[in-house]
């Protein structure tokens, strides 16, 4: 998956406008994601420059980890030749 698949997919997932998605990939870029002082300065992140509540802020990060997540999937099952589809 690459960046623009990533965008559209935390677009669909999420509902946001194009404007609100480049926000929250700024967000996602400023911090590595792994760790709960990450997990937790992202939401504080989205928060900001998005002025969503806790709860919508955290339901967008956990979708954006699930679509990075699946892709990675792909990705290293791409490598070993499996499909994860079946």
Not at 11 to 32: M, P
Not at 41 to 70: C, H, P, Q, T, W
Not at 71 to 82: Q, S
Request: overall charge negative.
């Amino acid at each position: 998956m690459n960046e623009e698949q990533v965008l559209a997919a935390i677009k669909e997932r999420t509902g946001l406008s194009d404007e609100q998605v480049d926000k929250v990939n700024e967000v996602i870029e400023e911090h590595f994601i792994i760790g709960k002082d990450n997990k937790d300065k992202i939401i504080a992140g989205i928060k900001e420059k998005l002025g969503f509540d806790d709860g919508k802020a955290d339901s967008i990060y956990n979708a954006v980890m699930g679509i990075l997540s699946e892709g990675i999937a792909n990705r290293v099952n791409e490598m070993l030749g499996k499909d994860m589809t079946a």
